[in-house]
């Protein structure tokens, strides 16, 4: 079982290795499970790709980047939904909407396993940020969907969509001025030499969903088949302390690495999620079952206030 994803020695890293562990538990050798960061499968696209028509086995990332799949993938990362880390990761894992979630792509090769919460969105830049003004004119990385470009369409800003690997370089030859992305992840791949410059906006959280190959998937006996679930499944649930844990180390590691955290005067802060908050309701609004998607993640996430 060939398993990728695009980063290096963060959250999705240490859940690929979580459920290798329970997976090698349950199926008792009977499943290889090979792990791949770092984009050595290729990028999320094509690792996408690969796991709908089953040259690999499965796929770890964040959702947006499946959007193309299922445009019903990116309701996750709306702004201004969840309050904290902690609300994020009751929501996503309450039974009805998770097995909603997990369910999308179905019909399009994939099978949803887990999902759980890297970090708080953050932006990361070449120059300083402090005043929502300081966005304007920027062209800053995002993921490739409708909810990421226009937050930073309302910013002021241009969105390019581009896959991890290409980031560092681009902001290294000045092709871009930033990115929106999550503080570990920049951590673990020394983008503090590029740009040194994070302004915590955490206007949403952005997780990460772990899809098998359908067609792989449906070729096992049942037993394997409740193993590869199951473990996914429980390996979400483990890694979220984790990955909370790591966040925080990483703040420093940023700091001391002579990286700069700054946040956004608070009635500016205020006005930034003012901006932000329609987005995810008026995207969703094009799909009627995104919007019944996103219905029902607001509603459940009211729950867990």
Do not use: C
């Given at each position: 079982?060939?398993?990728?994803?695009?980063?290096l020695n963060?959250?999705q890293?240490?859940?690929?290795?979580?459920?290798?562990?329970?997976?090698?538990?349950?199926?008792?050798?009977?499943?290889?499970?090979?792990i791949?960061?770092?984009?050595?499968?290729?990028?999320?696209?094509?690792?996408?790709?690969?796991?709908?028509?089953?040259s690999?086995?499965?796929?770890v990332a964040p959702?947006?980047?499946?959007?193309?799949?299922?445009t019903?993938?990116?309701?996750?990362?709306a702004?201004?939904?969840?309050?904290?880390?902690a609300?994020?990761t009751a929501t996503i894992?309450?039974?009805?909407?998770?097995?909603?979630?997990?369910?999308?792509?179905?019909?399009k090769?994939?099978k949803?396993?887990?999902?759980?919460?890297?970090?708080?969105?953050?932006f990361n830049?070449?120059?300083?940020?402090?005043?929502?003004k300081?966005?304007?004119?920027?062209k800053?990385?995002?993921?490739?969907?409708?909810?990421?470009?226009?937050?930073?369409?309302?910013?002021?800003?241009?969105?390019?969509?581009?896959?991890?690997?290409?980031?560092?370089?681009?902001l290294q030859q000045g092709?871009?001025?930033?990115l929106m992305?999550v503080?570990?992840?920049?951590?673990?791949?020394r983008?503090?030499?590029?740009?040194?410059?994070?302004i915590?906006?955490?206007?949403?959280m952005?997780?990460?969903?772990?899809?098998?190959?359908?067609?792989?998937f449906?070729?096992?006996?049942?037993?394997?088949q409740?193993?590869?679930?199951?473990?996914?499944a429980?390996a979400?649930?483990?890694?979220?302390?984790?990955?909370?844990?790591?966040a925080?180390?990483?703040r420093?590691?940023?700091?001391a690495?002579g990286g700069?955290l700054?946040?956004?005067?608070?009635?500016e802060?205020?006005e930034?999620?003012?901006?932000?908050r329609?987005?995810?309701?008026?995207?969703?609004?094009?799909?009627?079952?995104?919007?019944?998607?996103?219905?029902?993640?607001?509603?459940?996430?009211?729950?867990?206030?």
């Open positions: 079982m060939k398993i990728g994803t695009a980063t963060d959250a890293h240490e859940w690929m290795k979580i459920f290798a562990r329970l997976v090698d538990a349950q199926a008792k050798g009977r499943i290889k499970v090979e791949y960061p770092s984009s050595q499968l290729g990028s999320i696209p094509r690792m996408v790709e690969g796991t709908q028509f089953g690999i086995q499965a796929v959702p947006e980047f499946l959007s193309g799949v299922d019903r993938f990116e309701i996750i990362g702004p201004g939904v969840f309050r904290d880390v609300q994020a894992q309450d039974p009805a909407f998770n097995r909603e979630f997990l369910s999308i792509g179905a019909n090769g994939l949803g396993i887990g999902i759980f919460v890297n970090a708080p969105a953050i830049t070449r120059s300083r940020v402090e005043h929502l300081d966005f304007a004119g920027q800053l990385r995002v993921f490739a969907s409708p909810i990421q470009t226009e937050q930073i369409r309302k910013l002021g800003a241009t969105a390019v969509p581009m896959s991890l690997g290409e980031v560092l370089p681009a092709t871009i001025d930033g992305s503080l570990p992840v920049l951590t673990a791949m983008f503090y030499d590029a740009a040194k410059y994070i915590e906006t955490d206007q949403a952005v997780t990460v969903v772990s899809v098998v190959s359908k067609i792989w449906d070729k096992l006996p049942g037993d394997l409740t193993a590869v679930a199951e473990a996914g429980v979400s649930v483990e890694v979220a302390p984790w990955a909370v844990n790591f925080r180390q990483q420093e590691a940023w700091t690495a700069v700054t946040k956004l005067p608070s009635a802060e205020a930034f999620m003012t901006m932000l329609p987005i995810g309701a008026e995207v969703s609004a094009r799909n009627p079952q995104a919007k019944a998607l996103f219905d029902l993640l607001v509603k459940t996430a009211a729950t867990k206030a």
